[in-house]
């Protein structure tokens, strides 16, 4: 069975820090396009950041300079550096993985991706 599980969200103080990680099973993702995803309550899930298998990335303007996307297909592990987090950062944050073969253009719409995690919960308080 394929999964993805999401870990490292917590509460933190607003201009504080944390690192997500999203670790794959069942099959490798090293070639495989993958993103992160936020959903806040009331709100859409919305796009954060996406990496290609060769390290090439994008990120949503409103995390632009602050959160970092990275990947180890190693260890089948993709990570989130968020920092400078602000109070709008609160959200479930989901990893998600696009089905082969890569696309040239980084998918940025949920439902562009085929595999998700279940969810970690980030929490920034002021």
């Known amino acids: 069975q394929v999964q993805l599980v999401e870990s490292g969200g917590g509460l933190v103080q607003a201009g504080g820090s944390l690192r997500l990680s999203c670790t794959a099973s069942g099959r490798t993702f090293s070639r495989n396009t993958m993103g992160w995803f936020r959903q806040a309550p009331g709100n859409e899930r919305e796009f954060v950041a996406a990496i290609k298998w060769s390290g090439s990335s994008t990120s949503a303007d409103s995390v632009k300079g602050r959160f970092t996307i990275s990947r180890d297909n190693v260890k089948n592990t993709m990570y989130l550096q968020m920092n400078s987090l602000k109070p709008e950062d609160t959200a479930v944050y989901y990893c998600?993985?696009?089905?082969?073969?890569?696309?040239?253009?980084?998918?940025?719409?949920?439902?562009?991706?085929?595999?998700w995690g279940q969810g970690t919960q980030v929490t920034v308080s002021s």
């Open positions: 998600a993985a696009d089905k082969l073969p890569p696309r040239v253009k980084i998918p940025t719409q949920p439902g562009e991706y085929a595999y």
